[in-house]
């Protein structure tokens, strides 16, 4: 099997982008182990430990690109996630600024007030299945791929947000099982992968989920012809359509986004009505909640 | 055990108000069954039946009040969800028109584009602990109370919108085995309750869920000095926190919004820290979303 | 001229409802002084007073309802604003605690940082056409009425908020020389007027401008047969029509509401095609934010 | 004075990004005319025409990026908007697709309802400070730069979108006489420019104004050190900041984002108390929105 491992990447990325040259090459069907930084770029690993902002002032750092061969504008990758192993025994979680969090970031409600919250840097072990939350309070190891998407087609986006083309959707439901549809914008897809938790909730509502480095196994396809305007997933008893917040699209529009696509794709490969899936989806959908700015609509295969 | 049946109740109610007289009064314990009309006013029950709104204009009705002796503002109702039956042995589901859509709703987007949908009434059999969708798609029976809330302290609020003193919040996990926690906010709380679904998805992506007319058993208890800012419900798994939008409450703020309540709550009730709680959540809390105006965030009982 | 005194009103309302009795009943052509008190319900009145939320839990008192003989659901009010003059020679402003900020607002954020924010008590001199905002600070005089609307059909709304019915709309432009419409849903119409402010500016950031008691010259006509979805407002050389967010309407639903209430009335008043509207609008009109809850939008009326 | 033609330019960006060669440097102080294509990319010259995506899919042409000697991250350019010209006599608009439609844009909304929307090209003569809407209507010739905005740091964005790095911000006040601070993120801060309209109103609500090829002449300056979050702009008579939407920013957070700019601004340079200016401004400050993604508070310089 094929390994891009840290030190074979070399220099992680902090945008998904079509101007990064890729690290790695496969075919259509190739499996891939993909070594990952935590969103904390390695610079939480002790008690105490702070992010400095002056040395690497973006988070969550990216593995990738990973050419694809075959894949163009206009077509789709579907990524099989298999395995997610930590590499280091632990993870990390803090509590970030007030001037970050999420729907104040950009927003200098923080510096006005002029309150600092408290650093809470929390050094979780990893082991026999279990994250230690705490001394007292272990949690189960429920791993998951937070930031997985491919390259615009002419914009490099920040590895912080999620859009049409993935990103950091941080969907706990992007976890070993699932099956991920990417579309393609660019020669190759150019797929970046990377910000692995140990354990999310949904909403992510602090910002930070129990970061760990890790060893992502993942297997490559292409599905040629196939035009997606967002990611899609597959879980073994859901069919799931995702779409993002964003200028224009609050996350009111964001959730009938992922309904309507939903809608779409059950008339497009299940022969449905579109006015009968609007119906059934509202009796049978389930909604999913990835970090405040993404959301997915989930339907149950079992009534396909 | 105490009835409230239609006839008893006469006037249905499309408000939660306290300027309605109440139909029934109970002490704290008390345990009764409301009969509750559909979300249509029972105007469609059979195929090809519409809704007629020259004859009534508005929507959910509800039965109630329900005078709690003993409760007044700055005690909460604790409303245990026993069981939920359907009167009919049928719901109804249907298409609103455009205009209706949640968020476009007094949007005029619909007359201008002047595009009319399907109207798609349905009438689904209920029986044998199946709901016919149609003839070949039975879903599970999974009943739950679409509006339960309590009287405004000098408000009558339409009996369609939640807020914070409940109202139509469709949260699917008021059914059975659920007790819920609302405010009191005048004298002898005044409860109302209807609107109840044979089934209903996350979101309730058109407006209308499988709405059946029913019989609804709930035990009412009375929580005195007991002030609540949002309805809180409690499930065998989980304790639940909710908000809605509304003006100057964004989805995205009543996300924030019900995750702040739950953590004051850990911290208040649990000892936890809130900061701590802070974290937690992020790791292990659940949302879920009502209809597209409410949401509510989940903290796993086994973590208290 | 008739006149309805705080006096005559014996008790201020706090939310616009059809179950007032009416203070004052008037012909549609008929000329009113109203009295009107302050946001604040006159508890600030010197440095260093604050509001006691103990006695007046609730915040913008009106006055009236006002009854118009032969108003009936389906009608329009059209209320001319004709003179605004302070009572007390002051107004006041100071700045709430950061829980009432708006959009922040129930949302319990505030508890949770534990912050206080300054009263900030300012009391502002009126006269010679100044308000002075500082001793050394004088803003020009530019009265205006934050709250107008007519009694929703069988909901009471707080008057804090805005909505479809008129309210806490706070449009500067709602002036000496403005010309309100406003739907009339019940008997008589019931129209709520106070709230008046000395100066304000667009979004009302803090929540509170300079609150001031006054006398309100308003003239009341009916215009039998108009039904309007939301409060339209004519000045000297705009139409304008307005909207509000609220549960299903973020601001950015709010914006596109007015436009295509704007759309539709130059489409059915002014025989304008809706499409060509559309286009004009795009390139001639005006957008104007009464508080952070409300919008309108301005034609000039030079290219009608 | 220097002149960066079309010819020059030879290539136009649909991104402002740090990735593009630059296609003029200058120095600090000076004068520039910069020929700029209209925001269809010149494909709608005459009566009929379309844009023809399968050719150009993207929007927005920009002209750069200059590269302004000296500047770096942390500094901020100040560009002087000196005259705006029409280079082919004329302008054009359109109305967008409803998939378009603000808001609704990447929202599958129009496939579902299957509607479509008139394409009403309109092509408008501009003569003798006139834009001639149609024979029968001219507007004044109000010109504006719809664009401009430097390369953010690590990012390539879409010249769509708005954002803290300038882009499409569609503030009208960007017109003769401004001068916009905007941030440097990157050696040469990599200014780009263009989008210029012969009229348009708040909002942009079609999302298409008056779009016209233009020579656009600008003077600009370097201020080293002067950090900024978000691009500022100096009128005449007011001082005004400025924020977007987008994930994590609705309307509503954008619009309180300007105002707390305000605010600190005030504080820092005009040694104003922060309280004092949050309560002023909520007396005497202007919103004014840009397109429907953009947001600006104004500040009278009277009262500085």
Redesign the interface.
């Known amino acids: 099997m094929k390994r891009l491992t840290l030190r074979d990447q070399k220099t992680l990325h902090?945008?998904l982008?079509p101007?990064h040259k890729p690290t790695l090459t496969v075919s259509p069907g190739e499996s891939v182990v993909v070594e990952t930084e935590d969103a904390f770029s390695g610079q939480i690993r002790k008690p105490g430990d702070r992010r400095d902002t002056e040395k690497i002032?973006?988070g969550n750092p990216q593995s990738g690109p990973i050419y694809v061969e075959g894949a163009n504008r206009g077509d789709a990758l579907l990524v099989d996630i298999v395995k997610i192993e930590p590499t280091i025994g632990q993870g990390a979680?803090r509590?970030p600024p007030?001037g970050y969090y999420?729907?104040?970031?950009?927003?200098?409600?923080a510096?006005?007030?002029g309150?600092e919250?408290?650093h809470?840097s929390?050094i979780c072990p990893i082991k026999d299945g279990k994250?230690y939350?705490s001394e007292k309070?272990a949690?189960p190891y429920e791993p998951m791929v937070g930031t997985i998407g491919t390259a615009p087609?002419?914009?490099?986006?920040?590895s912080v947000?999620?859009?049409?083309h993935g990103g950091n959707m941080d969907f706990a439901d992007i976890c070993p099982g699932a099956r991920v549809y990417l579309p393609a914008n660019a020669p190759g897809a150019l797929l970046y992968i990377g910000d692995a938790h140990a354990?999310?909730?949904?909403?992510?509502?602090?910002?930070?989920?129990?970061e760990m480095p890790a060893e992502i196994t993942i297997k490559i396809d292409l599905v040629k012809g196939k035009r997606l305007?967002?990611p899609r997933i597959e879980l073994a008893d859901y069919i799931v359509t995702t779409?993002?917040?964003?200028?224009?699209?609050?996350?009111?529009?964001a959730?009938?986004?992922a309904?309507?696509?939903m809608?779409?794709w059950l008339e497009e490969e299940y022969g449905m009505d579109?006015?009968e899936a609007?119906?059934?989806?509202?009796?049978?959908?389930?909604?999913?909640?990835g970090n405040?700015?993404s959301i997915s609509?989930k339907f149950p295969k079992k009534?396909l």
Do not use: H, N
Request: aromatic share 12%; net charge positive; charged share 15%.
């Open positions: 902090y945008t982008s101007f002032p973006w979680t509590i007030l999420p729907g104040l970031s950009t927003l200098p409600l510096k006005v007030l309150v919250l408290p809470g929390r994250v939350f309070l949690l087609e002419i914009e490099a986006i920040t947000l999620p859009g049409p354990a999310q909730g949904d909403a992510e509502i602090s910002g930070t989920a129990i305007r967002w779409s993002t917040t964003g200028a224009g699209r609050t996350l009111e529009d959730t009938r986004s309904f309507f696509e809608i779409l579109r006015w609007y119906q059934l989806c509202t009796q049978v959908a389930r909604v999913r909640m405040i700015w609509t009534y």
